[in-house]
């Protein structure tokens, strides 16, 4: 789904519908999206895993990733302070975005997010301009009205 999508639906998504309960339970789309992602992976489980294990410094086995992707391992889930290091691994940014949009928020890779901030700050600028044009035409009708100068 593009931005623009998520975007629409989440304007036009009544109320009632995001307190639905279990509307935030991502289980299954999380272990679809790390399925995925180790399917897209030009590295094999036992790679991912040992790679990861350096990258949080903590041992990472080939079962723990083939638990967390069973379908019939219901208990065993992928630890979130693992996501990031199992993303930098596979090169797959899709469960922590899935998770992100799911919170109403959007993950943008580093130079996406600073074109996102030169934008946002171009609208602050622009805002804070208008503000001055105003707060100048409202001295300008003051000083017009007295005759006198602040």
């Known amino acids: 789904m593009s931005l623009l999508d998520v975007l629409k639906s989440a304007v036009n ?17 999380l272990r679809v999206s790390v399925s995925e992602a180790i399917k897209q992976c030009p ?4 790679e991912i895993s040992g790679k990861m294990s350096h990258l949080l410094g903590v041992e990472v086995s080939k079962f723990q990733l083939d638990s967390w992707t069973a379908e019939s391992k219901e208990g065993h889930r992928i630890p ?19 998770m992100a949009e799911t919170a109403g928020l959007f ?44």
């Not at 009544?14 to 789309?29: D, K, L, W």
Request: proline letters at 6%.
């Open 13 to 29: 998504a009544p109320e009632t519908e995001m307190a639905a309960e279990g509307v935030a339970n991502i289980r299954e789309r």
């Open 43 to 46: 590295f094999s489980r036992w």
């Open 80 to 98: 979130a302070e693992y996501l990031p290091a199992f993303c930098i691994v596979t090169g797959d940014h899709g469960p922590l975005r899935m």
């Open 107 to 150: 993950a943008l890779p580093g130079p996406d997010a600073l074109r996102a901030e030169i934008q946002r700050l171009d609208e602050q600028e622009r805002k804070i301009k208008e503000e001055k044009r105003k707060r100048r035409l409202f001295l300008q009708e003051i000083e017009g009205k007295d005759g006198n100068k602040l």
